[in-house]
């Protein structure tokens, strides 16, 4: 089990969009639709922001929306706002063992 | 309200051992996975073993099998995390979290952490 492959950082202005790439392998990202993203500010716990590659729980802003395509899933957020600034993580299921985190990628905006 | 609540920060020796801990309230504990994730100082999230407390099911990543160990007492709704000889590269902040809709490759709710310091 290696890490999923992330950007170190992606930096955007208030109210652009940005897109986050979570780069695995088929037998991670490539086999499954399970691919998890969370966002996690400094010094505090992650926090659960897209599931099932784009699906949403509920409380979290429609800004943020997942995609996949082949053993890359993405993580775009709209309308950039100073809150969204902070470390997101992609994850995805990977068979019978544990899930598998990305490198984590830190989202500044400028 | 659901929620997992660790155990606080500990300061050990290398070679202690430890056992930390996570409760989970506010829902069923046994028909939900719990996972253990690390962070290192500045370092990213990785995951160490997921358990299911209704069935003790475990499962470590490669990289913690045979360093950890990952127990649950569905009795009392506590998830452990111990370790038997603690090494200085343990240091770190541990988490625990819940699997959602009781599947395990996306976790919703997190305990607050737990930092763990392993200095001589």
């Known amino acids: 089990q290696s890490a999923l492959t992330q950007p170190a950082s992606v930096s955007g202005s208030p109210g652009q969009s940005i897109t986050i790439s979570c780069t695995g392998t088929s037998s991670d990202v490539g086999s499954y639709n399970l691919v998890s993203w969370y966002q996690q500010h400094p010094g505090k716990a992650p926090k659960l922001m897209i599931y099932e590659v784009s699906k949403r729980p509920s409380g979290v802003s429609n800004r943020f929306s997942g995609s996949k395509s082949g053993n890359t899933a993405s993580l775009t957020i709209s309308g950039l706002q100073a809150e969204d600034e902070a470390d997101y993580y992609c994850?995805?299921?990977?068979?019978?063992?544990?899930?598998?985190f990305g490198t984590g990628t830190k989202v500044t905006v400028l | 309200e659901v929620q997992l609540v660790q155990s606080g920060a500990e300061v050990k020796k290398p070679g202690e051992s430890l056992k930390i801990s996570c409760k989970g309230s506010?829902?069923?504990?046994?028909?939900?996975?719990i996972g253990w994730v690390r962070q290192m100082p500045g370092k990213g999230l990785e995951w160490m073993g997921i358990?299911?407390?209704?069935?003790?099911?475990?499962r470590y990543s490669p990289s913690f099998q045979g360093q950890v160990t990952i127990s649950a007492d569905k009795s009392i709704s506590t998830a452990y995390l111990q370790w038997s000889s603690l090494k200085a590269s343990d240091t770190a902040m541990y988490y625990c979290?819940?699997?959602?809709?009781?599947?395990?490759?996306?976790?919703?709710?997190w305990g607050q952490g737990t930092m763990v310091t392993v200095s001589s």
């Open positions: 979290a819940r699997g959602y809709a009781g599947a395990h490759d996306a976790f919703d709710i």
């Open positions: 358990i299911y407390p209704g069935d003790s099911d475990t």
């Open positions: 506010g829902y069923s504990f046994t028909s939900y996975w």
């Open positions: 994850c995805s299921y990977a068979g019978s063992s544990t899930p598998v």
